[in-house]
């Protein structure tokens, strides 16, 4: 008995540092909540892609190497499952149809017959499109190749096609994102019909959920069965939005397995590699695959604090028994065996050895693994001797992750809305019951209406007469206000650039120096997190309160608004939507300011304010390139013209993103036949 509540109560350390780890009940609903809102949102632009997110992200899973899967759907295509009836045409006459036909490989996968064209189609479709006898089919392959072309080309970023999936790495901030197109399906497909009538001794999933997830239908993803002669024509049946489902539906227990078992695959990645030379032999997919195999033929009883290491141990033993059979089953498609080609001959003894080894460590297991420092077992055992405040910490610090949270999401694309959100915006803040609810939409009408402003703001420069250019301007104004009483950075900057774009020089340094002068947080890289808990979290504090204080974000420039920004940044404007690290671009206002008031000594100051931030760890030009680019304008204003050029040149060495839109080689080039044509004049 003794060993067994040494065991229960091992185990009881163990959720609590996986629940600070991985995340508590209220951080994980709210990195869920903010993936619907962020999904709910940036679906509402009218364009024929429809994106959601998929994996760790999307399951409120977060930890160190995580990426970022987004799946996008072709709204124009539809899928259907077999031969439609007559009424198809009237029912998708204005849809590219394609039809599941059976593929020479094992289940899971199909080939798509193209049965009708539809208007809106899209030239990866058309070009993808293989004679094959008497019909037409899309060719996967053929369709992925396009995706990666017109990715790579577009963000001029390495792109690697890893399955299904286009790969993209951002170097300035080590992040892979993983963007997969798909074809919708909304019927389930006849190859899993054994998961809906299979016998569930402990009803999980429940029957409202299969019903649910079965109407939810499928999607077809780009990718053969590689152990098959001909990929070439094959597309896999997806259960993305089915997966979703059925992980927000696990206990937090569950979730937390679930979590260790992620964590526990990154620490023996290395090894893996090594060991049989492909770090994805067990991939994450086999871990979720895992873990819904487990829920479902266990009993929920099992699923509690004291058992968490015993239900971790369970799911190993499940991978370890499909690794010596040589055979793991698609949770939705049995017939699937996705160790096929993969999990064989001394591959598999290696890999069996291998668990079997990790499995006898018993608790050791969760120390080995040098991937994310310390390790789990490191920290069981810190509070194990006591260091409590690691797994009981104050009510403050729950509070301040998931403040966290929500407005790192929601800066994140708000300043990228559009006033294309405002109906979703003020539907969903009529039905908000929660202080996050209430927050997001809120400020995403304010920014989208803000944007409004901004693009309207040309409108005076045709106005008739004074008192129509009067109206028009005050029209604008009135549209930046809303944001304006929200927060520094966009709002009260956007309102500044107003101001010097108007003339009113006084008001804009007003706004500016208060930015520069008093205490803010970044909150796209959320630092002086100590001192946001002290004066904000515990105190009762409203979202909006504590986004007006002390949280600013970029401020975003759009080409529908160019002429409401600073003609000097035209250039930058030009090609793509930018986002301006709010304090470089407080000082470089505040420049302009000066030089249009003829107050040379403070110009010069500003000047050398924004010098120094180049060097900021968070807003400096070692992420953002536009700060280059700030102070190469400024220097071509005071006639500098060979700090300019350097400052252009650290532009274009910067890793940061969208470096592919960067202007810094034509101001060089610009700046270069200037010189040369003054020379010549000087001859």
Known sequence: ???????????????????????????????????????????????????????????????????????????AVIVLCQYPDTSFQSDYKDKTVLVMRDADSRPGYVTLELVQLGERVHEHVIES??????????????????????????????????GPACTMEYEHNNLNVDYVKSFRCYRWPKEAGEWVTRPRL???????????????????????????????????????????????????????????????????SDMLKQLAGDIDIISSYIIKTVIFHAVENTPGLLWQEKYTFLCFILCLNILITWVKTGYCPNYFIKGNNMFLGKVHGENQRKLLHFLVDLYDKKWGCLSVGTFIQPSIGELVDRVRNGDWEYVLPPSTRLELVC??????????????????????????????????????????????????????????NTARGNKEKYKSLRKSKKLLTPIASMCTSPGELTLATYYYQTGNYSKAL????????????????????????????????TLLQKCKAVCVSDIMFTQNALHFYPSQLHLEVEKCPLGV???????????????????ARRRDTALDYLRAVKYDREQGGSKNWIVHNLLGICYEMVGDTQRAIREYRDSLGSVSFHQYVNPAKERIQRLYQLETFGKQLAL
């Not at 690290?581 to 107050?599: Q, W």
Request: charged share 20%; with cysteine.
């Open 403 to 460: 403040d966290e949270v929500v407005l790192v999401d929601t800066f994140s694309f708000v300043c990228k809305c559009s006033p294309k959100v405002i109906p979703a915006s003020l539907s969903l803040l009529s039905k908000s019951q929660s202080d996050m609810d209430e927050f997001i939409p809120y400020t995403f009408m304010a920014m989208a209406v803000c944007h409004k402003g901004m693009e309207g703001f040309q409108k005076h």
């Open 1 to 75: 008995m003794a060993n067994q509540g040494e065991q229960y109560e091992n185990s009881w350390f163990l959720y609590h540092v996986l629940d600070r780890f991985i995340g508590s009940r209220e951080v994980v609903a709210a990195r869920r909540r903010m993936t619907v809102l962020m999904e709910h949102f940036n679906n509402q632009e009218t364009t024929c892609l429809q994106g959601f997110d998929t994996g760790s992200v999307a399951e409120g899973v977060v930890m160190q190497g995580s990426d970022v899967d987004m799946m996008l759907h072709d709204k």
């Open 129 to 162: 499109i293989i004679p094959d006898r008497d019909a037409y089919f899309i060719s996967s392959e053929i369709y992925t190749r396009c995706d990666q072309d017109s990715m790579s080309g577009h963000f001029q970023l390495p792109t690697e096609i890893h």
């Open 510 to 541: 007003e706004i500016c120096g208060n930015m520069i002068s008093s205490f803010k947080i970044y909150v796209l890289d959320f630092h002086c997190k100590d001192k946001y808990e002290q004066r904000f979290c515990g105190r009762g504090y």
């Open 202 to 268: 402990y009803n999980w999933p429940d029957q409202a959920l299969r019903d649910q997830i079965v109407q939810g239908g499928c999607h077809l993803v780009p990718v053969g069965d590689k152990t098959s002669a001909d990929t070439f024509l094959q597309w896999r049946i997806s259960f993305t939005t089915a997966e979703r489902k059925l992980m927000y539906s696990l206990t937090h227990v569950q979730y937390l397995v679930y979590g260790l078992l992620k964590y526990f695959l990154k620490q023996i």
């Open 581 to 599: 690290p709010p304090l470089p671009f407080a000082l470089f206002l505040s420049f302009l300011c000066y030089h249009e008031l003829g107050h």
